[in-house]
């Protein structure tokens, strides 16, 4: 069973930084996305990024696109997202998420596997 443990959240003024990190256990490497979602108050969940193990590609949301980066190190299970020029409205629970079913890799429903969460608060 796959376990996923995010870190890296915090509280920061706009047009600063965060860096997530989501270390996996009981997570074997395959062709399958792995990335993040978030969650703002009274707002559905919304992907924001994901990438593919077997080659790494990547894919952003319109609203991260430019800002932020999302990487990965096999060897370590890990995942990260780079978030540079933060606004107030990326404040939300930010969630890894792994295990993709397939289909659209922006729908919460195509993942089976989910992280605690972490808050990033983004403040004006």
């Known amino acids: 069973q796959v376990q996923l443990v995010e870190s890296g959240g915090g509280s920061v003024q706009a047009g600063g930084s965060l860096r997530l990190s989501c270390a996996a256990s009981g997570y074997s490497y395959r062709r399958t996305y792995k990335g993040w979602f978030r969650q703002a108050p009274g707002k559905e969940r919304e992907g924001v990024a994901v990438?593919?193990?077997?080659?790494?590609?990547?894919f952003y949301a319109d609203s991260v696109k430019g800002r932020f980066t999302i990487s990965q190190d096999n060897a370590k299970n890990t995942v990260y997202l780079q978030m540079n020029s933060l606004k107030p409205e990326d404040t939300a629970m930010y969630y890894c998420v792994a295990d993709w079913r397939g289909r659209r890799w922006s729908e919460a429903g195509n993942f089976g596997a989910w992280g605690q969460g972490t808050q990033v608060t983004v403040s004006s």
């Open positions: 990438i593919y193990d077997g080659g790494g590609s990547t």
